[in-house]
T-cell receptor, first 114, second 111 residues
Framework: KAGVTQTPRYLIKTRGQQVTLSCSPI?????VSWYQQTPGQGLQFLFE???????NKGNFPGRFSGRQFSNSRSEMNVSTLELGDSALYLC?????????????FGPGTRLTVL | GDSVTQMEGPVTLSEEAFLTINCTYT??????LFWYVQYPGEGLQLLLK?????DKGSNKGFEATYRKETTSFHLEKGSVQVSDSAVYFC??????????FGRGTSLIVHP
């Protein structure tokens, strides 16, 4: 089986812009979760989608949003970028129906905000 | 809120040494506990998990036991190899908790 695919792998944006990141989960997996990883805060949960519905949400401002399509692919969007949004954004494909099941992580998208 | 605390790194060991990485947690309810490993330039991979008290997760020579009385899930390996050099993350999840990760512990193993 192919693993989790995230595109793009690297992205450079300027403050105030918006960005969309994409994640394709493992075939057959219907749940996707998103995380932000920074040296200062570690790995923080953004949100989880299951069958096109957001099922769980972390403590991030409304500038961070996501969606999931009928083929389970997911996108996350960050609007009005701030310098502090520079991070590695990880997507995880979840086997089973909840985040207590194993998560298969993609390689991440490295976002740099200038 | 829920939290996971890991020992700070880096942990530096010689090959074949014994490894312990401490992890303690606070959570409501009865979460599942996980150890993930992240090799340089890669995403996280599940190393092992335990879903209830006294369960022992094990994989590739690594072990961790879910200790509810001490709220701990320490990672151990009897003999580390250079290829074990990576960052290790302790995590909890399961309703009602959202997934919560520790800050990660870097392990460096010298030949």
């Amino acid at each position: 089986k192919a693993g989790v695919t995230q595109t793009p792998r690297y992205l450079i944006k300027t403050r105030g812009q918006q960005v969309t990141l994409s994640c394709s989960p493992i075939s057959g997996h219907r749940s996707v979760s998103w995380y932000q990883q920074t040296p200062g805060q570690g790995l923080q949960f953004l949100f989880e989608y299951f069958s096109e519905t957001q099922r769980n949400k972390g403590n991030f401002p409304g500038r961070f949003s996501g969606r999931q399509f009928s083929n389970s692919r997911s996108e996350m969007n960050v609007s009005t970028l701030e310098l502090g949004d520079s991070a590695l954004y990880l997507c995880a494909s979840i086997e089973g129906t909840g985040v207590s099941n194993e998560q298969f992580f993609g390689p991440g998208t490295r976002l740099t905000v200038l | 809120g829920d939290s996971v605390t890991q020992m700070e790194g880096p942990v530096t060991l010689s090959e074949e040494a014994f490894l312990t990485i401490n992890c303690t947690y606070t959570a409501t309810g009865y979460p599942s506990l996980f150890w993930y490993v992240q090799y340089p330039g890669e995403g996280l991979q599940l190393l092992l998990k335990a879903t209830k008290a006294d369960d022992k997760g094990s994989n590739k020579g690594f072990e961790a036991t879910y200790r509810k009385e001490t709220t701990s899930f320490h990672l151990e390996k009897g003999s580390v190899q250079v290829s074990d050099s990576a960052v290790y993350f302790c995590a909890l999840s399961g309703p009602p908790q959202i997934p919560t990760f520790g800050r990660g512990t870097s392990l460096i193993v010298h030949p």
